[in-house]
């Protein structure tokens, strides 16, 4: 167990199988190495130099022969496998309880293991874990913890019941991520619904227009991620179609939001004809083509996180989602220039600007959740690029969780946005997808402007 366990071995799979477990299990994971670097720094590269202390004295009965391992040179205060477990296991708990729960047990052991072995005093192990659990806890100062239970959605609809599906129009992304959502599945639960699985390179709006047409059904469904979603319930709201949505995507955002965490969710809402009317945020791009219109369901951005994502997009098929994510992420921010844009009128140059969807929450952090599917609001942020030192101080601020009261970070809620660059076109991405370049946009909330089903709160799970 504790050789297991040296360099964080033991962790790094235990994430992997979070990982592959999805859902809250899956940010457990990510939160739960975060706050294993964190402790591992902080209890072997600070307090082990300041605070030296010896080793047990190595154990001479036979007895204990077997239990011997090599004994580490450096301080025995604090045990850093004792600060690791409890920082990883505290981490994914904070996402995940029952994750958290389940894993407790081997921390215990592998902290139990360096007493067992005669490498730590219990002192050293006691000392340790409280360090890394105090790490992980105070991840949330920089990283909230994303509240899982659906937005408010006080706006009641009227739509169609259609049982088994019949009347149904379900668009599959297979392509979209390790959601919950497959066309089968679907297909079993909703025998009458008519399935079309999207194929790569296909021009999403004109295809999905085109069977509109040829179907001519009572109700849209999407089963994908953001992006897919995003471009149904686009032309949901031109036809003025419900819209069902189902969890088949990474992340889900909207799906959560909407209370559809499962199939089955949807399933129920769909064939008892219980639904709600959300709201949508519009973006009229004036780019080198001319004026275009974007809707998004989630967020809009413009600067380093577009240019992010077209990265991504291409180092993807290479080495994978995720590592190509962080990898263009860090080089978006080492390599940006500001934008230099009036916004409402007033000149200023930016880092990033988003725009979201409804009130998102925490307001001094990075945002998670919103608290309302149909508030007519649009939550605006901006990083303020023309202030001294703004790149450093950004960092401390995310680092320290004081971002609210940094000068270079902004937040308000508005009902309408103009924005017009002083410069070359840039990118604008709408629901974590690249959609239009322009110069000018011009971005408003419209509310109750699609119909979702979904299931009365009552019958909605925590």
């Not at 990283?143 to 609809?157: F, I, K, Q």
């Not at 049982?163 to 297979?174: F, H, I």
Request: charged content about 20%; overall charge neutral; proline content about 7%.
């Amino acid at each position: 167990m504790t050789r297991s366990a040296d360099h964080s071995v033991l962790w790094m799979g235990c994430a992997a199988v979070c990982v592959l477990c999805g859902g809250r299990a899956r940010r457990g994971a990510v939160r739960g190495l975060a706050s294993v670097a964190g402790a591992s720094a902080l209890a072997n590269g600070i307090l082990k130099p300041l605070l030296p202390r010896r080793r047990p004295p190595a154990r001479t009965d036979p007895r204990f022969a077997r239990r011997l391992v090599p004994i580490p040179t450096s301080s025995s205060f604090p045990s850093g496998h004792s600060a690791s477990a409890a920082a990883f296991v505290t981490g994914v708990a904070l996402e995940s309880p029952v994750a958290g729960a389940a894993l407790a047990p081997l921390a215990a052991l592998v902290a139990y293991s360096r007493v067992h072995t005669g490498v730590h005093w219990p002192g050293d192990v006691l000392f340790g874990a409280a360090v890394g659990s105090a790490v992980a806890l105070s991840t949330r100062r920089w990283w909230a913890v994303r509240a899982d239970e659906p937005a408010r959605a006080d706006t009641a609809a009227d739509a169609p019941a259609l049982p088994a599906g019949a009347g149904l129009l379900v668009v599959v992304n297979p392509q979209s991520g390790t959601g919950t959502g497959t066309a089968d599945e679907l297909a079993d639960r909703l025998p009458h619904a008519h399935i079309a699985a999207l194929e790569a390179d296909t021009d999403l709006d004109r295809w999905l227009e085109q069977l509109v047409g040829t179907t001519r059904p009572q109700a849209l469904g999407v089963c994908g991620g953001d992006g897919t979603v995003q471009a149904v319930a686009a032309i949901a709201h031109r036809h003025d179609l419900p819209l069902a949505v189902f969890p088949g995507g990474t992340l889900n955002h909207f799906a959560l939001d909407v209370g559809a965490g499962t199939l089955d969710d949807t399933v129920r809402a769909v064939t008892d004809g219980h639904a709600a009317r959300v709201g949508v945020g519009a973006v009229t791009v004036h780019g080198p083509h001319g004026p275009s219109e974007q809707v998004f369901v989630n967020t809009a951005s413009l600067g380093g996180y577009p240019d992010s994502v077209r990265l991504r997009d291409k180092w993807q098929p290479r080495i994978g989602k995720w590592p190509a994510a962080a990898a263009a992420m860090i080089t978006v921010l080492a390599t940006a220039e500001p934008i230099r844009a009036r916004v409402d009128g007033t000149d200023m140059a930016l880092w990033l600007l988003f725009v979201g969807n409804g009130h998102y929450r925490p307001t001094d952090q990075v945002p998670m959740s919103r608290t309302a599917l149909d508030a007519g609001t649009l939550d605006v942020r901006y990083l303020r690029a023309d202030r001294r030192w703004s790149r450093t101080r950004l960092f401390f601020a995310a680092a320290t969780g004081t971002l609210g009261a940094s000068a270079v970070y902004r937040q308000r809620d508005v009902t309408s946005l103009s924005v017009h660059l002083d410069g070359p076109p840039v990118a604008l991405a709408t629901d974590g997808e690249v959609t239009a370049d322009g110069t000018a946009f011009e971005v408003k909330a419209v509310p109750s402007a699609v119909t979702v089903y979904r299931l009365p709160d009552a019958q909605l799970a925590p």
